[in-house]
């Protein structure tokens, strides 16, 4: 670690984002630490890979214990590690979950990034250097969009717990650039998915299904509102955009996305497709997993990161989507292994 003059905290990083993240700076020689809470259970399966290979290089990862929701904590880890740059992905990011535990979703989403910033903005004031911070918004914060496609200046309108802290926790960003000078980035980032999206996302659900049908292991998939459209990419794409961000000499606000639009249904057919399936035959309506407000569709303009940050999606939707088959059908294959020699176990998701 000697020597490293790059040290970055990242909040989150058990997530599908922070995996991704740990990875690329990682390969710029970063010294990472990551932000995890304390579990009788391990979730580090999306980044044990990381764990092998970092022994074969002078900047480590490692992992620190602590909660969004301790301010003193997150005061005391940011003078310990006094890192050059934040990223925070903490979040209750699950936007069906989020009508069911709203309190604590405004919590850690929205008031966790406020005591995030004071923690930056204390320890930056007293050992007088500048720590970068990016700020994970969502295209959620739209919500019941008022323009199509949505940019940097649309108006916002959420519709979910979710997407209100989230803007919340996007606004505060804003005002402490403002107010105190942070030097902090908010990315305004579209749906991303991978191979490593939890398995209670729409896309996940619908790939790991999928793939448990083809193999006899599965046979149907309930779905709630197949006309909803989004904005489609991958996530190792759009955590080099956040990297990108915290390098520039301003910080500003970047929409994140792909600038194309597809339906949940058009997601299913490609799917199914990619396993001979029919997914007609599969999939099945069940009124549970509507959302008690919808966002209808969401289609962002990616068109100020391409020209200042020179930031480009190099997976496209269709190679995005047989990305995840492939790695769901894999999974599919070993847990029919494990289950035809007797084991009742459940995978890690990874």
């Known amino acids: 670690m000697a020597g490293t003059s790059k040290r970055a905290l990242v909040t989150g990083i058990t997530g599908?984002?922070?995996?991704?993240?740990?990875?690329?700076?990682?390969?710029?020689?970063?010294?990472?630490?990551?932000?995890?809470?304390?579990?009788?259970?391990?979730?580090?399966?999306?980044i044990e890979h990381l764990y092998r290979d970092v022994h074969e290089t002078d900047h480590p990862l490692t992992l620190h214990h602590?909660?969004?929701?301790?301010?003193?904590?997150?005061?005391?880890?940011?003078?310990?590690?006094?890192?050059?740059?934040?990223?925070?992905?903490?979040?209750?990011?699950?936007?069906?979950?989020?009508?069911?535990?709203?309190?604590?979703?405004?919590?850690?989403?929205?008031?966790?990034?406020l005591r995030l910033l004071e923690a930056i903005r204390d320890v930056q004031d007293a050992i007088g250097e500048q720590i970068r911070f990016y700020q994970a918004s969502s295209?959620?914060?739209?919500?019941?969009?008022?323009?199509?496609?949505?940019?940097?200046?649309t108006p916002f309108y959420p519709r979910s717990p979710y997407g209100v802290a989230k803007l919340y926790a996007h606004w505060?960003?804003?005002?402490?650039?403002?107010?105190?000078?942070?030097?902090?980035?908010?990315?305004?980032?579209?749906?991303?998915?991978?191979?490593?999206?939890?398995?209670?996302?729409?896309?996940?659900?619908?790939?790991?299904?999928?793939?448990?049908?083809?193999?006899?292991?599965?046979?149907?998939?309930?779905?709630?509102?197949?006309?909803?459209?989004r904005d489609w990419g991958f996530a190792g794409d759009y955590v080099e955009a956040m990297w990108l961000?915290?390098?520039?000499d301003e910080p500003d606000d970047y929409v994140v996305a792909t600038d194309e639009t597809h339906s949940v249904r058009e997601f299913c057919e490609k799917t199914f497709s990619r396993l001979d399936l029919d997914y007609n035959d599969f999939v099945e309506i069940d009124s549970r997993y509507f959302r008690p407000a919808e966002v209808d569709l969401l289609l962002g303009s990616a068109e100020k990161a391409r020209r200042q940050l020179s930031w480009e999606p190099r997976v496209s939707f269709d190679e995005l989507v047989e990305m995840m088959v492939d790695a769901d059908l894999d999974l599919a294959k070993k847990e029919k292994v494990l289950l035809e020699a007797g084991h009742d176990v459940s995978l890690p998701n990874r």
């Open 16 to 46: 599908q984002d922070g995996s991704y993240l740990a990875e690329l700076l990682l390969a710029k020689g970063y010294e990472v630490h990551g932000l995890v809470r304390r579990s009788s259970t391990f979730g580090t399966q999306r």
């Open 66 to 113: 602590g909660d969004m929701a301790d301010g003193n904590g997150l005061a005391r880890l940011i003078r310990e590690i006094r890192p050059t740059e934040v990223y925070n992905l903490a979040a209750q990011s699950h936007v069906r979950v989020s009508f069911d535990q709203p309190a604590y979703t405004a919590d850690v989403t929205a008031v966790g990034t």
């Open 139 to 153: 295209s959620e914060m739209y919500g019941k969009v008022v323009e199509t496609p949505q940019r940097e200046t």
């Open 172 to 229: 505060i960003t804003v005002n402490y650039r403002e107010s105190y000078g942070i030097h902090g980035s908010c990315g305004i980032l579209f749906n991303h998915e991978s191979p490593r999206r939890g398995e209670t996302f729409v896309t996940r659900k619908i790939t790991r299904a999928a793939a448990r049908i083809k193999l006899g292991l599965q046979e149907k998939l309930f779905l709630g509102n197949l006309d909803a459209q």
């Open 245 to 248: 961000m915290l390098q520039q």
